[in-house]
């Protein structure tokens, strides 16, 4: 089912960062992606919490030679891996509505800053083009007529 107005395919490509929650090792960049992308900030702490294993890991490794604990750091990964892909699932939906209403607003945004430039500059398709301006001519401008090349 649908739950956005952009289409089968935009959701879709939008939602290529579950991929990476299927790595196991970088799922954690999964989080952190729709978290900043959408400025949400609890899916960025989850993309932290799930970075916990890797980087203990990474230290462990240089300091720790066991079989114990590589076999501990495996099931680690495996469970945070399992949890993380449930996650990811449960929370599509909703980034994918934030994702759309965030490029909404950035649209609506943009479009008022344009707006607001072409009246303070006298041009859009909504002024008549006699009317350039409100402000004051500059006593530096001549009152000699149009600027025209005289042959």
Do not use: C
């Not at 490509?13 to 799922?27: A, G, H, P």
């Not at 916990?52 to 990474?58: K, R, T």
């Not at 114990?68 to 909703?94: C, D, M, P, Q, Y």
């Amino acid at each position: 089912m649908n739950k956005t107005r952009k289409g089968f395919l935009w959701n879709l490509r939008q939602s290529w960062w579950i991929l990476l929650t299927f790595t196991f090792i970088l799922n954690w960049v999964s989080f952190l992606y729709i978290g900043m992308k959408v400025k949400n900030k609890s899916w960025t702490k989850y993309g932290l919490i799930y970075s916990i294993p890797f980087f203990l890991s990474l230290v462990s490794d240089s300091f720790i030679e066991s079989k114990s604990v590589n076999t501990l750091w495996g099931g680690v990964f495996l469970v945070g891996g399992v949890i993380s892909i449930s996650h990811a699932f449960k929370i599509r939906k909703e980034f994918l509505i934030r994702l759309e209403a965030s490029e909404l607003a950035k649209k609506y945004a943009d479009a008022t800053l344009t707006h607001q430039i072409e009246s303070e500059y006298g041009l859009g398709p909504d002024l008549p083009e006699a009317v350039h301006s409100n402000r004051p001519v500059p006593s530096t401008v001549s009152d000699r007529g149009p600027l025209t090349r005289q042959s």
